[in-house]
């Protein structure tokens, strides 16, 4: 009887190798049928959105994008398998997410906390947006003014410009911001953490403003409405220390560069109708895009590279870190097949792209903490092998209007080259620690350690990029 056991033992544990080996086997082939299904969805699928992300709620009849997925089970969790669409997704997402319908005001207007740049709350009656005179300058010291011809009473208007951050980002900044640096060199904002700016402009500025988001809003210490015109939309993700940089913008705001017709020599840019930014009896040129550090009256400014995607004459792509038309047309796939399911406000927006590093080889958080800082002030360099992904070029036309050439731009706009390509990374790099990366960071520590005002800190910021335009080679 024991030997029948012993024999019926044996049997049983032989099948339950073979189905082992079976089962290995089968799950070999799915896991290699995913490779082949990842590799075509790279090459020839079109980048489109979730269906989730336009989910009604029965009860509001509101619109209710989930947020994204962003720790170490999303698509970000594997450095060697995250495709160019998959940061375009994220960013559309997230920018759906934050314009969630929350009791009436977008998701973060009633969820975030508006900051100075310095990280300190901005004191507001019934969540309203308050806006000041500090809030008009842009990094280069300009300020955009609109359109007279595009108002209600033949007027310029300032932009302003909001920061608005999460709980996450806020609690970090104030965690480390009176350390010493050698506390926190290795150290990077954590998963989740999302910083905002976002452009206004007071609603007298534009005709008719049934396109735009509006809201109540405290400007300069009175009740007035203004509009949004363009979003930052900054977070972090697992194994993207340094952020992911995406921008929204309103779909009419100026027109583009004709890279197409530019053969041997700069285009004259034109416009059939008035726009926010662009007068339809102007004709714009390179100096329209001019840094003077002061205020631009009736601008007429226009966008060079559409997506953030450097072009030269004959409407080539210049050769950059990032191959091309790829991410150009996943960028433009995605927003063709969002605006044409979204039916709220936010369908008159659009996608500019967004900016990002290649981390793979690089274990998170601490190396790829420590190859940003390595990287320093070249972290924008996007020549051909460098890390910078994404949209080389990325700008947002209300708040780089004048960096769209870089901080050093060429003598023409075809001369535009590799060299001198702007984006969010010239001003944002890290110095002796990733957190460095966050202007606001660096204003928390401003106040922290050295008593200085928002003024201040705001005059540190622009003395500093002054210092690094004049030793730009």
């Known amino acids: 009887m024991k030997k029948v056991k012993s024999l019926m033992g044996m049997i049983i544990l032989a099948l339950l190798i073979i189905t082992s080996c079976k089962k290995s086997k089968k799950q070999e082939v799915i896991q290699e049928q995913k490779v082949e299904t990842y590799a075509e ?48 997704q994220w960013s559309w997402q997230k920018f759906l997410w934050l314009t969630n319908d929350v009791d009436g005001r977008p998701l ?40 007279k011809a595009f108002s209600t009473n033949d007027t310029s208007y300032d932009v302003y410009y909001s920061i608005h951050v999460d709980s996450t980002l806020y609690k970090s900044i104030h965690k480390y911001a009176p350390m010493d640096e050698s506390e926190y060199a290795d150290v990077t904002f954590p998963i989740g953490a999302l910083e905002l700016k976002v452009a206004w402009v007071d609603v007298s500025a534009i005709a008719d403003t049934s396109s735009y988001f509006v809201t109540d809003a405290i400007v300069e210490e009175k009740d007035t409405q203004i ?40 285009i004259p840019v034109t416009s ?8 339809k009896d102007a004709t714009g040129t390179i100096l329209n895009l001019a840094s003077t550090g002061d ?36 960028i433009d796939s995605i927003n063709i097949d969002v605006q ?34 390595k990287l320093g002030s070249t972290l924008h360099d996007v020549s051909p092998g460098k890390l910078v992904k994404g949209s080389t070029g990325a700008y947002n036309i209300t708040m780089e209007t004048y960096e769209q050439l870089g901080f050093k731009p060429p003598e023409a706009i075809l001369d535009q080259n590799v060299a001198n390509i702007g ?22 520590v401003t106040k922290a350690k050295q008593g200085f005002t928002p003024k201040q800190t705001k005059q540190k910021h622009l003395d500093e990029i002054q210092v690094f335009i004049k030793n730009m080679k």
């Open 423 to 444: 984006n969010c990374f010239l001003c944002h790099s890290a110095g002796k620690s990733t957190l460095s990366i966050s202007h606001i960071f660096n204003g928390a």
């Open 272 to 279: 059939k109708t008035n726009k926010l930014l662009f007068d």
């Open 295 to 330: 205020v631009h009256e009736d601008p007429n400014a226009f966008a060079v590279n559409r997506y953030g995607v450097p072009r030269q004459a004959g409407d080539v792509f210049i050769e950059t870190s990032q191959e091309e038309p790829e991410n150009y047309e996943n």
């Open 41 to 88: 969805k790279q090459t020839n699928d079109p980048c489109l959105a979730g269906s989730v992300w336009f989910t009604i709620d029965s009860t509001t009849g509101k619109r209710k994008t989930p947020a994204p997925k962003e720790d170490s089970t999303s698509v970000f969790g594997n450095n060697s398998t995250v495709s160019n669409c998959d940061f375009h």
């Open 108 to 147: 973060f207007m009633e969820n975030l906390i508006q900051v100075d740049n310095q990280t300190v709350p901005v004191s507001s009656k019934d969540k309203k947006i308050v806006l000041s005179s500090s809030d008009i300058r842009q990094a280069t010291n300009d300020i955009l003014r609109t359109n």
């Open 340 to 373: 044409s399911k979204l039916t709220d406000i936010w369908k008159n927006y659009f996608y500019n792209g967004s900016i990002w590093v290649d981390t793979e080889g690089y274990s998170y958080p601490v190396e790829q903490a420590q190859l940003l800082v």
């Open 227 to 266: 509009a949004l015109l363009g979003m930052h939309v900054v977070g972090i993700v697992y194994n993207h220390p340094e952020f992911i940089w995406a921008t929204f913008e309103h779909d009419d705001l100026a027109p583009y560069y004709d890279w197409k017709a530019t053969t041997t020599s700069d």
